[in-house]
């Protein structure tokens, strides 16, 4: 009698189908209920590695690295012109956990560009901000305002040296007035000098001297 042999159990054939169905490693486009769109690599059915994502509600983008679903690593985040029907470039930088975090370049409305480190999503750390009058300050940030020591920069060129708090001049710090040849020296409370000295700087060169020179004591 010829022995019959059966074959071994195996999985049943729809967790195959689920398993081959898992998008990985390959690149994928996926529309979502809304309207959204995302191209690129996926692990375990989550983003993951490269990958452009698309908003359909404002028409923003974001091309970049992704981690378990979410921004994280390097990439640009831009939106699109309601005028010109073109990007414009929003972040360049680096992202954890779906927010700004390290270095990176944001462009504001006004022309207005912040150049520097970041933190969950806010200016933190050193940073360079470009206002839309000219003016420019330079130096620490904390929760998304100039804190610690840092340097102001007016259209004219005066400019503060000194201590911040919450956005403000706070502590010890120097403003050159040179458009007048004078420098103030003293106390800063929430923008506010409340003590200190003020003596000619560069009273010569100035564009603008004031008429009569600070008596020496």
Known sequence: ?????YPRATEPLWHEWDRKAQKCGLRHTVYSVNGDQYTGEWLDNL????????????GAIYSGDWKFGKRDGYGSYSILD????EYKKV????????????????FY???ERYEGEWSG??????????????????????????????MLRLPNENRYEGGWKDGKKHGPGKFFYL????????????????CGILID?????????????????
């Open 1 to 5: 009698m010829p022995i019959v042999k």
């Open 82 to 85: 309601p005028v010109t029907k």
């Open 109 to 111: 409305p006004s022309a």
């Open 179 to 194: 458009d007048k040849g004078q420098l103030f020296e003293g106390i800063w409370a929430a923008d506010i000098p409340k």
């Open 91 to 106: 972040y360049t930088g680096w992202w954890k956990n779906n927010k700004k975090c390290g270095y990176g370049v944001t």
């Open 201 to 217: 700087f560069g009273r010569v060169e100035a564009p603008a001297p004031t008429q009569y020179p600070i008596p020496k004591v």
């Open 121 to 150: 999503g806010l200016r933190s750390g050193w940073g360079r901000m470009y206002y839309w009058d000219g003016s420019m300050y330079e130096g620490q940030w904390l929760e998304d305002r100039p804190g610690g020591q840092g």
């Open 47 to 58: 983003k993951h590695g490269k990958g452009i994502q698309i908003w359909k509600r404002d």
